[in-house]
């Protein structure tokens, strides 16, 4: 199909014309490379991935609008850098790629649902011809960050510019202050807590669900081997991925370390999106083109510890739903599917609620996903959307599905793609539509001072290098509220928490100064 072919679209429909993404495991700490530019070197391969007879500086001189993902360094204070900031991180990329005329500088809130909804955003705005072009970019140098504090190097990363960027995002904390003063911020504690509460739900072991979960990431460690930007190539069995020693050590029971979403990684990405007018206007070629045909965002119930079922996501259904229905598609037309997979607990609850088999011979994943490929923080779904791309040109009409998730199972975003192009004027529901339904959702309620005896609901046990180190746990009392509670400090319960199953375990709770605490029976 040439450009000749497009007279029949809508000269707003939006299409995705450029991807670049740059994985780096080599290269030395420099001030001359902060996240910025490295962020630039892949908004420089999206440019010239479009392939504009106008030129790569025509194509960027006409983009309106550029979003960065928030780099991990801003987002949690583990992550923060000694070595300073941009502080416009979305100018100080287009003044790198000579984006001069962009009206909108975006920089986002945390959330690895972040890239696919900017991606709706920027598409609904070019339909309502409210901007010609847009570009989503990230990338994270961890690596290089932590490589520059070990040799502890002088470096200068800081870039003081004039203006504010515009938020994007949902500005809430991720957890509520009862799971806070229990210590739950973070993904390896809610992950894990999910996990165990899947593993219920299916009557497994923890002894068979650990090779469950070593054969199902195993198919994404294989097509990591298989892709020359993952950073895991080592293609792990699935007997390696659920054996463990002291190279694949517990992080937080049951996820060994080969199983935990890859942060410490250099990876950028970048994908421009433009109108077919524009594209027609700049001569972007047609086998250049690449439509969103469906899309759709909405969140679960917020707060984790108050969800009716840990163990599934009304959000992820009803977003594969919504994109589905508007690309006029069914799962069974998708022939390139990527689910968002930080941990094997978001893959599994993903394909229950989209209703994929574990065993799909279309697979999971098309880039090896975030343990294999690389877990750039809130940027890995702008790497799978980008390499959506490249198998959607490489397979002209197949369609293909890239799914995000943000927080803890908690934000979620979904999209449809495919060279083909779309029928009529593209158009999407309001998504509060689909978030109004999401709301009303039941809740549990969380009782903050628990006392009497109960029973374990799901759990998880948290390691230093060496052992375990603090436990967790959800329970139920009998009025059906829940709680949250830490095990006692005590080694030999610790260990036995890993040892043995423990869900349904019997015990008491007990409200004491500064946290509750659940004794076994």
Request: charged share 25%; hydrophobic share 35%; net charge neutral.
């Amino acid at each position: 199909m040439t450009n000749d072919d497009t007279s029949h679209l809508d000269p707003r429909t939006p299409i995705l014309v450029g991807s670049g993404q740059v994985t780096d495991t080599i290269s030395a700490p420099s001030s001359k490379r902060p996240p910025t530019e490295f962020v630039a070197e892949a908004a420089r391969l999206a440019l010239a991935d479009a392939r504009p007879a106008q030129g790569v500086d025509a194509l960027a001189r006409k983009l309106d609008a550029i979003a960065v993902l928030r780099f991990f360094s801003d987002s949690s204070p583990r992550f923060v850098s000694p070595f300073g900031r941009s502080t416009n991180p979305p100018k100080s990329v287009a003044n790198r790629i000579g984006a001069i005329n962009v009206r909108d500088v975006v920089y986002t809130q945390v959330g690895g649902n972040v890239p696919q909804s900017l991606l709706n955003d920027y598409a609904e705005k070019i339909a309502a011809g409210e901007i010609s072009a847009a570009m989503v970019s990230g990338g994270e140098l961890l690596r290089t960050g932590q490589t520059a504090q070990r040799q502890k190097l002088d470096i200068d990363w800081n870039e003081t510019l004039d203006g504010e960027p515009r938020d994007y995002g949902d500005t809430r904390l991720g957890w509520s202050s009862e799971e806070d003063r229990h210590g739950l911020r973070a993904a390896i504690y809610f992950y894990p807590l999910i996990e165990n509460a899947i593993r219920g739900d299916l009557g497994r072991s923890p002894g068979d669900h650990l090779k469950a979960m070593g054969k199902l990431f195993a198919r994404f460690a294989a097509v990591a081997r298989d892709n020359p930007l993952a950073n895991r190539r080592e293609g792990h069995s699935a007997e390696r991925l659920a054996t463990i020693d002291a190279e694949n050590r517990y992080i937080s029971w049951p996820y060994p370390r080969l199983m935990n979403a890859n942060a410490y990684i250099d990876q950028s990405a970048a994908v421009v999106m433009t109108s077919v007018g524009l594209a027609c206007e700049l001569g972007i070629p047609r086998d250049r083109w690449v439509f969103l045909h469906g899309c759709a965002e909405g969140a679960d119930t917020w707060i984790t510890s108050e969800r009716a079922e840990l163990h599934r996501s009304a959000a992820i259904r009803a977003c594969a739903r919504t994109a589905f229905d508007m690309a006029g598609k069914t799962l069974a037309d998708m022939k390139h599917i990527d689910l968002y997979s930080c941990f094997t607990s978001a893959v599994q609850i993903g394909c229950r609620e989209i209703g994929i088999d574990q065993d799909d011979p279309r697979g999971l994943t098309v880039t090896g996903g975030l343990p294999f490929f690389g877990g750039p923080g809130n940027n890995y779904v702008t790497h799978s959307i980008a390499e959506m791309m490249n198998r959607l040109r490489a397979h002209p009409g197949d369609f293909g599905l890239v799914t995000a998730n943000g927080s803890y199972v908690t934000k979620h975003a979904a999209g449809v793609y495919s060279t083909t192009p779309v029928k009529g004027p593209w158009r999407r529901d309001p998504p509060k539509k689909l978030q109004g339904e999401l709301d009303k959702l039941p809740k549990v309620r969380v009782e903050t001072a628990p006392n009497g005896a109960t029973s374990v609901e799901t759990y998880t046990v948290a390691f230093g290098r060496e052992k375990p180190e603090r436990g967790f746990v959800f329970g139920r009392l009998e009025n059906g509220d829940r709680f949250i509670a830490h095990l006692p400090d005590d080694p030999a319960i610790l260990a036995d928490f890993v040892a043995r199953d423990q869900l349904g375990r019997p015990g008491t709770v007990r409200a004491e100064a500064g946290h509750n605490v659940f004794t076994p029976g």
